[in-house]
T-cell receptor
Framework: DAGITQSPRHKVTETGTPVTLRCHQTENHRYMYWYRQDPGHGLRLIHYSYGVKDTDKGEVSDGYSVSRSKTEDFLLTLESATSSQTSVYFC??????????????FGPGTRLTVL | GEDVEQSLFLSVREGDSSVINCTYTDSSSTYLYWYKQEPGAGLQLLTYIFSNMDMKQDQRLTVLLNKKDKHLSLRIADTQTGDSAIYFCAETESGGYNKLIFGAGTRLAVHP
C-alpha cells in the first residue's frame, strides 16, 4: 500500500469552528489531492497541489483552503465549519501528471461531522 | 461540463457475472478507470483502459469501451462475496494534473 496517512480519522465539531485535516505521504509524490465523498455524488475534487506551495481549486473549493509547505504534507482547512461540510474526506497522491502509471493512490479517509 | 454517470446499485448471486455500466461526456479523455472501495476504506485502482482500445481483460475483469456512445462497462466473472464493494468509474479531466472526475459509484451486493 502507498504510504498515505490521514489525521484525524474521525472528528466531530460544531458549526463555526475551524478544522484542519492533515494528509501525510512517505512516497515523495509530487501531486496531492483532497476529495470529499457524499452519497449520490461520488468523489468531488476540493483542491489539489502540483508542488510545494503550488495549489489550485477543484470543483467544490468554496469554504476550504489548503496549504503545502513540504512535499509530504497537504493540509485542508475549513475556516468556519458548516453542516454542509459533513462528509468523508479523502486525500490522494500521484507521481506525475498523465497516464495510468500515474494512478492516484488514496488514503483511508477522515469522517467529519459538523453539528 | 464533464460528467460521469452510473447506476447506483446492483445485486447478483454468487458465481454469476456482474456488469457495471458507466457513461461519460468528455470524448478527449485519454484513459478511463475503474476504482473499487471496500467498506471503511479508500479507493483502489481496479483497472483502466486506454481510449484507443475497445476491450481489456484482466483475470476475472473485462472492460468494454464504446467510444461512439461514450459507454464503459466492467464485467466481473464468477462474482464472489469478496467482490461486494462500491465501484467507481472515472475519467481524466481536461487541463492536466491528472485530475479525475468520478461517477457516483455502483454498490455491488453479492448474495449466496
Amino acid at each position: 500500500d502507498a504510504g498515505i496517512t490521514q489525521s484525524p480519522r474521525h472528528k466531530v465539531t460544531e458549526t463555526g469552528t475551524p478544522v484542519t485535516l492533515r494528509c501525510h505521504q512517505t512516497e515523495n509524490h509530487r501531486y496531492m489531492y483532497w476529495y470529499r465523498q457524499d452519497p449520490g455524488h461520488g468523489l468531488r475534487l476540493i483542491h489539489y497541489s502540483y508542488g510545494v506551495k503550488d495549489t489550485d481549486k477543484g470543483e467544490v473549493s468554496d469554504g476550504y483552503s489548503v496549504s503545502r509547505s513540504k512535499t509530504e504534507d497537504f493540509l485542508l482547512t475549513l475556516e468556519s465549519a458548516t453542516s454542509s461540510q459533513t462528509s468523508v474526506y479523502f486525500c490522494a497522491i500521484s507521481e506525475k501528471a498523465g497516464g495510468p502509471v500515474d494512478t492516484q493512490y488514496f488514503g483511508p479517509g477522515t469522517r467529519l461531522t459538523v453539528l | 461540463g464533464e460528467d460521469v454517470e452510473q447506476s447506483l446499485f446492483l445485486s447478483v448471486r454468487e458465481g454469476d457475472s456482474s456488469v457495471i455500466n458507466c457513461t461519460y461526456t468528455d470524448s478527449s479523455s485519454t484513459y478511463l478507470y475503474w476504482y473499487k472501495q471496500e467498506p471503511g476504506a479508500g479507493l483502489q485502482l481496479l483497472t483502466y483502459i486506454f481510449s484507443n482500445m475497445d476491450m481489456k481483460q484482466d483475470q476475472r475483469l473485462t472492460v468494454l469501451l464504446n467510444k461512439k456512445d461514450k459507454h464503459l462497462s466492467l464485467r466481473i466473472a464468477d462474482t464472489q462475496t469478496g467482490d461486494s464493494a462500491i465501484y467507481f468509474c472515472a475519467e481524466t479531466e481536461s487541463g492536466g494534473y491528472n485530475k479525475l472526475i468520478f461517477g457516483a459509484g455502483t454498490r455491488l451486493a453479492v448474495h449466496p
